[in-house]
């Protein structure tokens, strides 16, 4: 039985919820909302194992909608591993973040999208 492919190299779409509150905890107020973008980022890094991430503008208008120090404590984001298109191959996958449609989080844990 071969494995034909890694489970790190399938075009995934996933739906997360982020605790921003907590990852900000004792961040001074006037490097929140950037602490959070890489919160963000480093949160997709780790779960869809690529070292590229790029944030959607809805998102970042999303995280500094309230200012630079009221950053919204939960985030609804969908996190999708996209095949890079560009000419320089040094990675082959990224991963795109966007705001999910559906901010209502209770009860919701990670829900796998349709590719």
């Known amino acids: 039985m071969a494995k034909d492919k ?22 001074s107020f006037k490097k929140r909302a950037p602490r959070a973008l890489k ?7 780790k779960q869809m194992n690529t070292s590229d991430v790029r944030i959607d503008i809805k998102l970042n208008k999303a995280v500094w909608s309230q200012g630079i120090k ?14 890079n298109e560009d000419d320089d191959d040094k990675e082959q ?5 966007t ?4 901010q209502n989080t209770k009860g ?3 829900v796998l999208l349709d590719a």
């Open 93 to 97: 996958l990224y991963s795109f973040v």
């Open 39 to 45: 919160e963000i980022k480093k949160f997709a890094s």
């Open 108 to 110: 919701k844990g990670t």
């Open 70 to 83: 009221n950053v919204p404590r939960r985030l609804r984001i969908v996190v999708q591993r996209k095949r």
């Open 6 to 27: 890694s489970r790190s190299t399938e075009l995934v779409s996933r739906e997360y919820t982020i605790n921003l509150g907590k990852k900000l905890h004792d961040i």
């Open 99 to 102: 705001l999910a449609d559906d």
